[in-house]
């Protein structure tokens, strides 16, 4: 999803003279072509991730369009006073590009786990928060990008999944019902969206029960008018993320959740995330969502779990 994201980035840039690219310490290779045609426009800073941020605020005073690409842990970590005061508190259109969403990195350690970002940018207002689960649905959101007035923060997950968004056409600020059902529900975003379509298969073989997922691309703001749908006319909703439970994509949920009207809610909501700590086990990204309970068959556990409650 990442080559799919930056050369969307070029693609934009192609045409409109106001679009740059700032990078901190990306390696050689990254949009080489983009550097080679426009090198007035590429800025590659090392590592300078605080900087950057300034940098792409004072461009965007400026009129100008900044595409900023880092680690996700840098972006929202280090750069996080930046992010508030320089682009925020003025909401200025920067685009900040975040590589290793969630456990990406999990090899690097917790330095690199990007576990808690969307909870840590979920905070900040004016800022809109984008998770794709597939490239399709990354190019789209990523053209749809040049229509937002304010910052956008675009969470990148682990790149060759399978496409799955191909028969929708992915906006920012709606969720696509990847597979409908009648009375249970599993709410996700991001890679998690594949996780649960898998649990759907399972329950549907091992139980014969029928499950649908709802994806959210857009965690801020959420979809509210297919949220408002789906909470009425379910019984039972389990969200999914790859971030920790405090704060995140699940807690999104219940909030909204809470402002509903008792006498329209019908569903009862649970969440699955990571665990509420740094993941110190050593293994691959798919190690630790095992770990941490995130596989298709905890998933349809759970599920049925809850169902029979």
Excluded: W
């Excluded at 499950?211 to 959420?222: A, D, R």
Aim: hydrophobic share 40%; with cysteine; net charge positive.
């Amino acid at each position: 999803m990442r080559q799919t994201c930056l050369n969307t980035v070029y693609d934009l840039a192609k045409k409109n003279k106001k679009i740059l690219f700032i990078g901190s310490d990306l390696g050689p290779g990254v949009l080489d072509s983009f550097k080679k045609k426009y090198p007035d426009r590429f800025l590659m800073e090392g590592v300078a991730e605080q900087s950057i941020i300034g940098i792409a605020a004072g461009l965007a005073f400026e009129n100008f369009r900044p595409y900023v690409n880092t680690i996700a842990t840098f972006i929202t970590r280090r750069c996080f006073e930046q992010v508030v005061i320089d682009l925020c508190l003025h909401n200025l259109p920067v685009t900040l590009i975040g590589n290793g969403g969630g456990l990406v990195y999990a090899p690097l350690g917790p330095t690199h786990q990007a576990i808690e970002d969307i909870s840590i940018m979920r905070t900040l207002p004016n800022l809109t928060i984008i998770s794709p689960c597939d490239a399709h649905e990354m190019r789209n959101l990523m053209l749809d990008s040049m229509n937002l007035k304010g910052p956008l923060y675009v969470r990148i997950a682990r790149g060759g999944e399978d496409l799955i968004t191909q028969k929708f056409k992915p906006k920012i600020g709606k969720a696509i019902n990847l597979k409908k059902a009648k009375d249970y529900y599993f709410l996700t975003t991001g890679i998690t969206s594949h996780i649960a379509l898998k649990a759907c298969d399972f329950l549907k073989k091992t139980e014969n029960l029928e499950c649908g997922v709802v994806h959210f691309s857009t965690i801020k703001p959420l979809d509210k008018l297919t949220l408002n749908r789906i909470i009425k006319n379910s019984k039972k909703i389990i969200t999914v993320e790859e971030n920790v439970k405090s704060g995140g994509f699940g807690s999104s949920i219940l909030e909204f959740s809470s402002e509903i009207s008792n006498n329209i809610k019908k569903s009862e909501i649970k969440i699955m995330a990571l665990k509420d700590n740094f993941l110190n086990k050593y293994g691959t990204q798919q190690d630790l969502l095992e770990y941490s309970g995130l596989s298709y068959k905890e998933l349809s556990k759970k599920m049925k779990n809850f169902i029979k409650e």
